[in-house]
């Protein structure tokens, strides 16, 4: 996957999870959980399964994010 469409697409999850996780984060910081989440997601998906469709990728960063956030969300106050 291009590196451009990777940005987009993390950009979108992350924004997206952010709110279905009812988090209060500013524009960046959901931008780059949902990158990370895309990176997470991909490598997940990469393992299990040689190709992906954008739709696939998009689930997976959101999901990758999702599960970024709960780890965020369980652990913030601890660190």
Do not use: C, N
């Not at 987009?8 to 931008?31: I, K």
């Not at 998009?58 to 956030?69: E, I, M, P, T």
Request: hydrophobic share 60%; net charge positive.
């Amino acid at each position: 996957m291009p590196v451009v469409l990777l940005v987009v697409v993390g950009a979108l999850a992350g924004v997206l999870a952010t709110r279905m996780m009812r988090m209060d984060t500013d524009l960046p910081t959901a931008m780059i959980i949902g990158m990370l989440g895309a990176v997470v997601g991909g490598l997940g998906f990469r393992f299990l399964m040689t190709s992906a469709s954008w739709i696939g990728s998009f689930v997976l960063a959101l999901l990758g994010s999702l599960l970024l956030l709960w780890v965020w969300q369980k652990y913030q106050g601890r660190l």
